[in-house]
């Protein structure tokens, strides 16, 4: 009786980690749930905040001197952003605060099959003497080339390199912390919007952009620590439940989200140097400076937190915390100091992953870090829940299955194509790729 029991015990022991997998898969339908943004633009389509401003933005959009409909326009300036669309004139009415210069865009995925815009987009509108300021799109034939499918699938593959390498900044940092703590921790979203946040303040105060990013990875990593000081610590030492933690942690994204909110508004706001012209490299592959930049730098980080974990005795210490927090605890490792570490190291590696990401979609928002929670955890899971080098794959495999699927499927859902992935790893693989599966018995 007694040896039945105990084997009981360890099989719920051994199988537990795995059932909190499916936690994860419910708290998501929490933490996604349609949130209340607030309204940037408030009108019937085509004009939008002109009761409410006495400056007014008007927009024409014509081809072959004809107007043309339905066409999305964007005005954003400052913290302000607001879209309407165009009416059967070809026109749109946009209210605006200040009389400061305003950009205006035109989605040229709303112009008709074969039209494109001749000449800048954006404009850049600036008022005079009116109360309004005019913005003029002339549109012209679309006479771009069409390229094969296979140029378009290399190109997609390296677009989704270099995702996938961004997406493994912070994916390691998650794999890492749930490794040595076992807390699956939803709030690393906001530790990555945290990151571009500090770096577009960093750039405001006047330092140059590059000690901007510095500084604001340094911060993210500073913010890592504070959160476990202040939160998770205590609650270890309580022996509080990974589920109730688990439960915390969304909450602690929502808090932080709706802060992000308060301080930098509901609006786009862009680092330097986003976007700029793309460079033949080879064959169909055309990167941008940034791209280029965002790779390399990517890489480097990667192979520094790769030596760090297989050739430092903290990092071997790390590994051995994630294998067996008890028996490293026994054999002397200092387990308080070592979470500690791995805190900072995640909060920087999601900092950095956060300007990047600002750069790859571009611009900062305050809820940019929750739209690739999913494709996190789903690297994390087919990886390999606390293995950092699982977590490395799995970023890479769901960065370029997210951009190449955009060759089947409308762009829009492209990442619903990670929870596939998650569901069928969970489903026929729970350990991930590099995961060990647990022996009962």
């Known amino acids: 009786m007694r040896r039945a029991t105990h084997a009981v015990r360890a099989t719920d022991r051994r199988t537990s980690p795995w059932r909190g997998l499916w936690f994860i898969i419910a708290a998501f339908f929490v933490v996604f749930l349609p949130t209340a943004a607030p ?61 400061d210069p305003y950009e205006v865009l035109l989605d040229e995925e709303t112009l008709p099959e074969g039209v494109t815009v001749e000449g800048d987009n954006p404009i850049t509108v600036a008022y005079g003497s009116q ?23 290399v190109e997609r593959l390296f677009n989704g390199l270099n995702f996938g390498l961004m997406l493994a900044l912070a994916s390691i940092g998650l794999s890492l912390i749930f490794g040595t703590t076992g807390l699956t921790n939803f709030a690393h979203a ?19 952009i590059l000690l901007a990013i510095v500084v604001a990875v340094i911060a993210s990593g500073a913010f890592g620590w504070a959160f ?12 509080i439940g990974l589920v109730q933690m688990m439960i915390l942690t969304i909450g602690a994204s929502l808090a932080g989200r709706y802060i992000f909110l308060i301080f930098i508004g509901g609006g786009t706001s862009q680092l330097p140097g986003t976007g700029g012209v793309k460079h033949q490299i080879i064959g169909p592959i055309k990167l941008s400076t940034i791209d280029m930049v965002s790779m390399a730098l990517s890489l480097i980080v990667l192979l520094a937190v790769s030596y760090w974990l297989l050739r430092t005795r903290i990092g071997k210490a790390t590994r051995a915390v ?41 611009g900062i928002k305050w809820d940019m870090g ?72």
Request: net charge negative; proline share 4%.
């Open 131 to 153: 109360f309004f300021a005019p913005a003029n799109f002339f549109l012209g034939e679309d006479v771009r080339e069409t390229a094969s499918f296979m140029s378009q699938f």
């Open 190 to 208: 906001e530790m990555v919007t945290f990151g571009a946040i500090m770096a577009l303040w960093m750039w405001n105060l006047g330092l140059p």
């Open 39 to 99: 309204a940037s633009a408030q009108g019937d389509g085509s004009q939008v905040n002109v009761e409410e401003h006495d400056q007014n933005v008007v927009v024409n959009v014509r081809y072959n001197n004809e107007p043309v409909a339905d066409v999305r326009i964007v005005v954003s300036g400052g913290d302000y952003e607001a879209e309407a669309v165009t009416d059967d004139r070809g026109q749109v009415r946009v209210g605006v605060p200040t009389t």
């Open 228 to 239: 476990d000081a202040t939160l998770w610590r205590p609650l270890r030492r309580r022996g």
């Open 370 to 441: 929750v739209q690739i929670l999913l494709l996190i955890f789903a690297a994390v899971v087919l990886g390999g829940l606390g293995t950092a080098f699982g977590a490395l794959i799995g970023s890479l495999v769901i960065g370029i299955l997210v951009e190449t699927s955009t060759l089947w499927i409308p762009s829009d859902i492209k990442y619903v194509g990670a929870l596939g992935v998650l569901v069928i790893v969970l489903l026929f693989r729970p350990q991930g790729l590099l995961g060990r599966r647990e022996r009962v018995g």
């Open 322 to 362: 994630a294998d067996n927090r008890q028996l490293a605890a026994a054999s002397g490792i200092d387990v308080e100091r070592v979470t500690r570490i791995v805190w900072v190291i995640g909060g920087a590696l999601a900092g950095l992953s956060g300007v990047l990401w600002a750069y790859f979609r571009p």
